[in-house]
């Protein structure tokens, strides 16, 4: 028997000097592979499975970032979402229709 570990990528932070910088990740980096932030800081991957001692804090460039490239990417699921069908409305069939009333004659 086998178990999927999966990783969620969109939350993967990378560390660098004590501040959690985003990243845009299609798969798990190896390390040492070349990673740049969204805030553009370059750096070469290394992973620690140990808890930090210090939790670091959130880069507010990336942060800016990511929640901007969020709301593109909603504004664009938004543009390819199909137009409900309008209402059919059901045809009567000739011999049901309602004979025609008569005016109501006013004055
Ligand atoms: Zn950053």
Redesign the pocket.
């Given at each position: 028997m086998t178990g999927l570990v999966y990783v969620d990528l969109d939350a993967v932070r990378l560390v660098v000097d004590g501040?959690a910088?985003?990243l845009r990740l299609v798969r798990m980096p190896a390390a040492g592979e070349q990673l740049t932030?969204?805030?553009r800081?370059v750096v070469h991957a290394s992973f620690d499975l140990t808890p930090p001692r210090v939790v670091p804090e959130p880069?507010w460039?990336?942060a800016e970032m990511y929640a901007s490239d969020r709301a593109a990417r909603a504004a664009q699921r938004r543009l390819h979402v199909v137009p409900a069908e309008p209402p059919r409305i059901p045809l009567q069939p000739r011999g049901l229709r309602r004979p025609p009333q008569p005016k109501e004659i006013t004055g």
């Open positions: 501040v910088h985003r932030t969204l805030c800081v880069c460039a990336c």
